[in-house]
């Protein structure tokens, strides 16, 4: 019966995300990447380190967007359940309307709650995270508070039970919600083939439908996750 609903699952992934793969591009909107590393390095049995570093490009491979490097230190609860304290320093550069350049610099302290569970042969994620962000545009500063939800689910491609190595799918939708008058800042819709190479590396390729404001942006992604 696994296997039949997974089939189905599998098909109902894969044309989610050739959907949003063929969604109408504007001229000033091109696809861009988003190259990501993730870390997660054990101190003891209830605390580690996360280190992350991402690269966020305008075009596939130039036009830098974003530089987000952060890092955290995560207390282990059991092994569905972790809390996480960090920091990260993001210098941007975007648009005013397509037009003028403008770049900003952003500190920001996040905390965050992690819990996971089974469903069969799928696996489940839901991350609470707060931010409290000072970002300094052009000489102007300004103080926001952000939270952030994001459901992921990942299936397997093979029996991870059997196999020390497997493929797997990997989704997950994400809402920003400014603590403000406006509350709706992003969402961020993903879909990815994933490959387990060992039980401390795993690589995922995909595809991001990002809607930041009023733009609906493309977005490819290649991300390393270490384990140790």
Not at 6 to 31: F, P, R
Not at 50 to 56: K, N, P, T, V, W
Not at 83 to 99: H, L, M, N, Q, R
């Amino acid at each position: 019966m696994w296997n039949r609903y997974k089939s189905q699952i599998l098909s109902v992934g894969l044309a989610c995300i050739t959907l949003v793969a063929q969604a109408q591009e504007t001229a000033e909107e091109q696809t861009g990447s988003w190259l990501m590393y993730f870390g997660t390095h054990k101190l003891t049995d209830r605390f580690s380190i996360h280190s992350e570093l991402q690269l966020r490009l305008y075009e596939p491979t130039t036009n830098f967007n974003q530089l987000l490097p952060r890092v955290g230190l995560n207390y282990h609860i059991n092994d569905d359940a972790m809390a996480t304290g960090g920091y990260a320093y993001i210098p941007t550069s975007s648009f005013v309307k397509g037009e003028r350049e403008v770049t900003s610099t952003e500190h920001r302290i996040w905390q965050q709650f992690i819990l996971r569970n089974k469903l069969g042969g799928l696996k489940f994620e839901h991350r609470y995270r707060l931010e409290q962000r000072w970002i300094s545009t052009e000489g102007d500063s300004d103080y926001r508070n952000r939270a952030r939800y994001r459901l992921f689910f990942s299936v397997p491609l093979q029996n991870p039970q059997v196999e020390s190595t497997h493929f797997f799918l990997a989704f997950y939708n994400e809402i920003f919600l400014n603590l403000s008058d406006n509350p709706f800042d992003q969402n961020r819709l993903y879909g990815a083939l994933g490959y387990k190479a060992s039980p401390l590396v795993s690589l995922q390729a995909g595809f991001l439908r990002h809607r930041a404001g009023s733009l609906n942006l493309n977005r490819l992604q290649l991300a390393l996750f270490l384990n140790t």
